[in-house]
């Protein structure tokens, strides 16, 4: 329970016409994890099977094809009574049959753009009686088009433009509230006709997509309003096309998502051994109560043709870990996963955190009204997100630990009164705020001592009493004589000088031992105990402030009540949305600082982490 399941070291060698088999039978077993062979002057790294090339490369098929279509991954049943070449045949035609409605579609939307650009530019002319021939190239005419400032320019303009020209055709009309003109003139005079535009500040524009329409502006904009409606009920009828070939191959392509790259796994798994010309050899780990059962199977599949050897793990070993906990007490291995997991050697604190970090959490929450909501609100949630099982069954036991607590403390939705009825309690958060202090400070100097009194086993285990007494024990010495000190200064007749005498002398054991145990380092992070024990007051700062809160909450709903009326729905409103509130902000606030005491506070005494995952070839990896 403390300690990871025992691994043992195994190699596997035997001839190459072997491999194969051995490969199927590992990863039917589930039970080795591989570790990975570097080219040596010994032996070379295998080369993949013969099907990898192909696997690989209907495999990626299959999931462009889940990309594609949209597919999300997800647990399904379905068998694949498919073989390898049908579903490379049914992969293929798929494709193809997606390309060309990908293809249509992607007509489709480019016919659709150039309509919307096309509408655009005569949604400014629909208003300008016009022919749109005219606004095609010619050598004897020219036309400006673009906006003025205002419609008055327009008229001015004209009267100017007169001046200098009798032939010319001058249309006007507001665009979203500014004035647009088109202007016909003899190309001869264009020059000139520009100048005099450039003076009255206008603005060209200019129509590049209604060069080949014919008639008027507001005729060719139905026109096109209607051809883009069924170019859009097209491309409707061509995304449903997709969206039901998603929905008819979902289940095989992910079925043959999962089978090829199992496949693909099995083919590419001599890259992870050692191989010569006509042998290989694997190396890895498997958990000591397997081992028996699984020499055997390969053993016998093999007719006793290969060599297996095993034995227990070293001190230097780097041995992959698989966290041995109770099933009550596994959802607190996502503690593990968010930093890191403990060393092969090394006590694992995932059982401690499922009976430490609830406590915690609970103390800071601490009423019974908030922990049995929530206690509802994430058995719901467990329903409804079977892949967040774990991280939910940690908030329902810290949720169970809040009524506890709330229990305790006699609270329930911040109330320690309920009519006349007054809740019980041992300790009032509000009423008794240097016992909630005190009461979080030797909370912590018990987490702190358990976290070193680990660390002293961890120690011992891995180098020795003296090294564990020298490095984890110190602190124990330290810590009596904080508590000699107080005795000496607060209980004793002695005279200042000879208190401090005594004090100097008697601090030399517990100094010489931490120098000893870590070096330098040890006597510079003297400081820490006490800072590391004070981080423990935001068990009392953390509930305190939400206590407050409710009680302001409840007053605040309390004076609407006492008025009637109306306004008794704007209390109960108030008491609501103001404890939702203050739960939310509690379940935050207790959620990460129990994480953060047991990360810094805690784990630093003892835990060092840094292991390797036991993932064995063959398992799929949720």
């Known amino acids: 329970m403390l300690r990871p399941y025992e691994m043992s070291s195994v190699i596997i060698t035997g001839p190459k016409n072997l491999q194969e088999t051995i490969i199927k039978e590992l990863h039917n077993l589930k039970i080795l994890h591989i570790i990975e062979h570097s080219k040596n002057e010994f032996a070379d790294i295998g080369r993949p099977l013969e099907s990898a090339n192909r696997l690989s490369e209907i495999l990626v098929k299959v999931r462009a094809l889940i990309a594609a279509l949209n597919i999300k991954k997800q647990e399904i049943k379905f068998e694949l009574k498919k073989s390898f070449l049908e579903i490379e045949s049914t992969a293929r035609k798929l494709t193809e049959e997606l390309n060309i409605n990908l293809e249509e579609l992607k007509k489709t939307e480019e016919l659709i753009s150039k309509n919307e650009s096309i509408k655009q530019e005569l949604e400014i002319l629909k208003d300008i009686n016009a022919p749109l021939e005219s606004f095609a190239p010619y050598k004897s005419l020219a036309y400006f088009t673009g906006y003025l400032k205002d419609e008055n320019k327009a ?37 000139a006709v520009s100048n005099i535009l450039r003076k009255a500040n206008f603005s060209p524009v200019s129509f590049v997509n209604i060069g080949n329409l014919k008639g008027n502006a507001s005729a060719n904009f139905k026109k096109i309003e209607e051809e883009t409606a069924k170019l859009q009920k097209k491309k409707g009828e061509i995304k449903a096309k997709i969206v039901n070939l998603g929905k008819d191959y979902k289940d095989f392509l992910i079925a043959s998502d999962d089978f090829l790259s199992e496949q693909l796994e099995k083919a590419e798994a001599p890259l992870k051994f050692a191989a010569t010309p006509s042998s290989f050899l694997i190396k890895g780990w498997i958990p000591t109560d397997d081992l028996s059962k699984s020499i055997d199977r390969l053993n016998k599949i093999t007719h006793n043709k290969i060599f297996v050897h095993f034995e227990s793990a070293k001190k230097e ?144 285990k891995s180098h020795g009493f003296r090294t564990g007494l020298y490095a984890k024990g110190s602190w124990f010495i330290f810590e009596i004589w904080l508590v000699f000190v107080v005795w000496l200064f607060n209980f004793t007749n002695f005279t200042l000088s000879t208190k401090i005498l005594i004090l100097l002398l008697t601090l030399i054991v517990p100094l010489y031992m931490l120098y000893k145990g870590e070096g330098i380092r040890g006597i510079i992070e003297i400081p820490s105990i006490f800072s590391n024990t004070l981080s423990y007051a935001r068990l009392m700062a953390i509930g305190l402030s939400s206590v407050v809160l409710a009680l302001i909450i409840n007053d605040s709903a309390e004076q609407f ?19 939702v509130i203050n739960i939310m902000l509690g379940l935050l606030g207790s959620f990460l600082h129990s994480l953060r005491l047991h990360y810094v506070e805690f784990f630093t005494k003892f835990f060092h982490g840094g292991a390797k995952k036991y993932q064995p070839f063959g398992l799929k990896i949720q």
């Open 317 to 460: 070993d780097k041995v992959p870990v698989k966290l041995k906990n109770p099933k009550y007490a596994k959802a607190f291995e996502f503690f593990m996963d968010l930093y890191t997991l403990p060393t092969y050697k090394e006590i694992d604190p995932t059982f401690i955190m499922f009976l430490t970090y609830p406590l915690l959490f609970g103390f800071m929450l601490g009423d019974f009204g908030y922990g049995l909501t929530t206690l509802i609100l994430f058995m719901i949630l467990k329903r409804l997100m079977p892949k967040a099982k774990n991280f939910l069954n940690i908030l329902i036991f810290s949720s169970l630990s809040t009524m506890f607590f709330g229990l305790l403390f006699g609270e329930f939705f911040g109330f320690e009164e309920i009519g006349s009825f007054y809740l019980p309690h041992i300790l009032s958060r509000v009423h008794d705020i240097n016992g909630l202090m005190f009461l979080a400070l030797v909370v912590g100097i018990i987490h702190i001592n358990l976290g070193l009194l680990i660390g002293f086993i961890n120690e011992y």
């Open 155 to 191: 008229l001015a303009l004209k009267e100017e433009l007169l001046k200098a020209t009798q032939k010319l055709m001058l249309f006007h009309c507001l665009v979203k509230k500014r004035c647009f003109i088109v202007l016909f003139i003899d190309s001869k005079i264009k020059d």
């Open 561 to 579: 009540f006492h008025k009637g009326g109306f306004l008794v729905l704007i209390g109960v409103l108030i008491l609501v949305i103001g404890h």
